[in-house]
Each structure stands twice: as C-alpha cells, then as structure tokens.
C-alpha cells in the first residue's frame, strides 16, 4: 500500500495551491484528480470553466503578485464595474480595499490559470495525478497512519494529512466530514444540491462597437431569486463571456412576473439560461439581433457554454486536529457574490498545504478566518442584506449606492449624505457584520466534530 505525507483530494485553485505549499516545504504531496474527457483539457486537469475573473484586493488575499500571472492567462484588464438595476445604474472604478495591484481587476482564462497551478505545484515536486477518482476516505485516529483514501481502481493510499478540495458538489467532503458528526451528516449541513447557486454562460462574439474591454458589466433585480443576476465579462476582444448565477429549485409561482424583466407572463416555470441570457441581450440592445451576438463554439465545456455550480453559503470549519482540512468551495468559503472565489480557493490551500506540510494543521481553522474572514464576512453580510430585495429595492440602492460610497467604503457620514435609505442600508450592514463577529459566520465549528 502506498504512502503519502500529503494527500489532496480535487486538482482545481484549491488542490494545486495545498500540493504546491506542502511540497515546497519537502511533503510527499499527491494530487488526486478525477478529470474529465474532454479534448482540450485532456491529461491536464479538472473541468474547468474557460474564463473568470480577479479583483485587485483578490491577489492579496490570493497572495500571487500579478507579475507572476502568464500573458495566456490574463485576458483583458479592468478599469472598473457597472451595475444595473431595472431603472438606475452604478459605475465603481475603486474597489475601496488596498492593494497592490494598480488596476481595478482582470478576467482571466479560467483553465489555464488551473493549469498554472497545477505547473507551480509539479514544479516544487507535487505528484499530479489525472483520471484517479477517489471514493472515500476512512479515518482511524488511534492508527498510524491516520487515514486511508480509497481509489475507484482498487487502490489504497495512506496518510496523515488529507486536505479536501472537491468543490462545492462535495463529493468526497460529505462522507469524509460524516465520520465526525455523530448522527449528523453533511448531506443535512450543507446540501449541494439545494443550498448552490448555478452558473451558467456562453462565450459570444460581440459586435466590435458595443464590445468594451474596460468594464465588467452585472444587472440585479430583473430576475427572480436570491442573489441572482447576469452579467457581461470582456474577454479577448470582441468575445464576451454573457451568463448569469441563480438559484437552484426557484418556483415562478412565488413571483410576480409583471415586476421582473427578464420574466413573461408566458412562461410557466423559471426560464433556462440560454433563454435568459437572450432576454437579455434583446433587453439591452434593441436595435441589434441575436445573430448579431454568435456563440464562439469552439470554446467552453459544451459548444461555447458552460454550467457549473456555486456555493453560495455559510462555510464550515474543518477537524483539522484530525488531520483533515476542508478548502475552498468544499468548506463553502465561495459566494454567489463573486462568481466562486478562486482567491479565497488558492489561500486556503495554500495554507492547509503549508501547516500538513510541518505537521502544524491543527492551526487551519485559526489561519484562513485571520486570511480570508474579512471577504468571508462582506459576502455573508451582503447576502443577507439583500435576501428578500425586489426590483424596486435594487433601484433604490444603486441611486443611493454613490452617496454611501467612498475610496474606504460605507462610512456614517457618507449615509446621512444618502438621506434615510442610506442610513437604513448601513445600519442594517453594520448590524448584520456585528451580528457575524467572531468568525459567528461559520455554520459547523471545529468543536461540533468528534474528534
């Protein structure tokens, strides 16, 4: 039976940043990668969507100069992001949280920032392994080693150390974490298949004179759900990645559909993608047809587009006394907020990689709320603010949103420069951070596993 000091279970942001950390630090580190069939990913890595994006902030929590990035990966520099209600708009050109990097952000070709990683990792002598699937993880804390991971050909791997970085879907997570939790399983905790929010999108040709390289570009409150909108990235000009995130299992009947755009009183469930993404484009651009908008087929998972899923809930800490630790959308430390959070992916690997490495990891819980909880905690605190917001809501905001905003944030004054619904909205934002103190935003702390 094999041995590993270190054993990573998913080869995406996550996964490869631990191997990397570990490795660099001399563990035995190896990547367990399930794969995908598909051409142009194959025997590179995992399913990667072909595009996403980074804030400037983002690379300090990331902790990769944007020096380092590869020209391929890089695909359009950002001045700023517009946001759109049914009737105003806001344009922020400053993210309000220091940085290093000089812009305002950049898209990003998703895959191969994946396949980066997973260079760093191999080059500072991670083993990365692709088309192995795991199908569990036994642990025995009285035994040495401590676990052992079982692979779909048969084989066993033995290890002290596992981190998990399966994504938001949990696979292997939920079992792994079940064998802690005393009655309790994660299937209850965190569901995947009802707390997630879906993403899906296509990379479509723009027409050159609408086609902006500066901005990224959201709409909120022209259709149902809870934290659901769409969006337009610039990617390599004129291509655009168009899509939207939304909530899995939405009723229309609980909608009023006179009162969300891309809603018609024909419909008779919650459109698909595809059509919302057209809706869209017919809302913003009348004078254009969708043929003037082609789908890029040769990019994406699926003939230019692509679904994947989002955690878009409270995260959970991990028996990291056990020896395990739960990074990146595993531990539910994404948002539908920010299109899935590579940042706070690659940090926390890197940190869970870095303590297994010196057989520290029973810091993890401690080190990544110190990292990541100040982001952890916006987009907590956001989600909640705006739950039951409906179109007139989003208005509102956004016509507020310029008074209550400066370089460093909301600030007090700053509201009473926004009349009542500014000081409304940043009370009720400061209440809702106040009420998440303490790392409170958590949903299943270290000392709820028996360890």
Partial sequence: MEYVDVAVVGGGPAGSSAAEAAAARGADAV????????????????????????????LEIMDIPFE???????????????????????ALTETGIDAEYDGFGFTMHRARFDDWLRER??????????????????????ASP???????NGEDIETDYVILADGPQRTVTGGTL?????????????????????????????????????FIEFWWGIMPGHTAYPWIFPNDAPVARIGLTMPIGLDIA???VSEWDLLSSEDDGIPRGREYIERLLRRQFPDYDLDDFPIVEDRGKSKGTETYPISSTRPIESPARA????TGGAMGATSAFHEGGDHVAVRTGKIAGRLAAVERLERYNDEWHAAIGDEILRNVTF??????????????????????????GIKADAALRGGLHGIELVMKYKWGKFGYRNGKYVQLREDEFAV
Avoid: C
């Fill in 323 to 326: 020896g395990i630790a739960v």
């Fill in 178 to 214: 079940d064998q802690f939790l005393d009655g309790r399983t994660m299937s209850d905790i965190m569901p995947s298949n009802t707390v997630n929010h879906i993403a899906y999108q296509e990379h479509r040709r723009m027409p050159e004179e609408l086609f902006d390289p500066d």
């Fill in 254 to 256: 609980d909608y009023d």
């Fill in 31 to 58: 990547v367990l990668e399930k794969g995908v069939p598909r051409a142009d990913r194959a025997e590179r890595g995992p399913d990667s969507t072909d595009a996403a994006g980074l804030l400037d902030y983002w």
């Fill in 146 to 152: 401590r676990h052992t991971v079982h692979l779909a």
């Fill in 383 to 408: 989600a909640d603010l705006v739950r039951d917001w409906g179109p007139r809501d989003w208005d509102r905001a956004f016509t507020t949103a310029s008074a209550l905003m400066d370089a460093r």
């Fill in 68 to 90: 380092e990035f590869p020209d391929d990966v890089v695909l359009s520099e950002l001045e700023g992001a517009k946001f759109y209600g049914p009737n105003a708009e806001l």
């Fill in 121 to 142: 990792a191999v080059d500072a002598g991670a083993d990365y392994r692709v088309g192995v699937s795991v199908t569990g993880v036994d642990t025995d804390l009285s």
